[in-house]
């Protein structure tokens, strides 16, 4: 696996809104633990403001910092289908996340099956990672798409190559 340099990883944490590879297709992403990041993904993909975005996990106990805490039942049906190209739509109705769930009291989680990704996701904590296009348009499927999309308004692009993945399968977990 190849190491991810610590420049990455500090600036996700500070708020830097990056481009890179996940399991599925590139996705820009920044920290879910921080509104204004957020916002700014939002605005720069001129994304509806109804329309939760997915968020990246390294493991089920990241649910936590959402105020989530699942069953047992749902929790071993998670650690089952997880990792795994699956995002999970997950009541999460706490006001405290209405940046993420846009009012509809739900957020759509996803652990990725790539190893990369999760060591990624350990250092920095939980991402939001919607694709890397502005709303309506194809998904980049290079990073110089992705800088056709974007230029230096992203912080950071990460080169996985050519992504012809398709975006995850959604489920709804229902309480």
Known sequence: MKPIPKEIIEKIRMGAVAILPTDTIYG?????????????I????????????????SGVEDLKKFSIV????????????????????????????KYLHRGMKTVAFRLPKDEWLRNLLKKTGPLVAPS????GLRPAQTIQDAKNYFGERVDLYIDGGLKRGEPSMLIEIKR
Do not use: H
């Open 28 to 40: 820009i992403v920044g920290s879910a633990l921080r509104p204004d990041v957020v916002e700014r």
């Open 132 to 135: 890397a296009s502005p709303e």
């Open 70 to 97: 699942l069953s047992s039942k749902y929790s071993s049906f998670l650690k089952k289908i997880w990792p795994a190209p699956i995002s999970v739509i997950i009541p999460c109705p706490e006001e405290e996340y």
């Open 42 to 57: 939002y605005d720069l993909q001129t994304r509806g403001g109804k329309k939760p975005m997915i968020v990246l996990i």
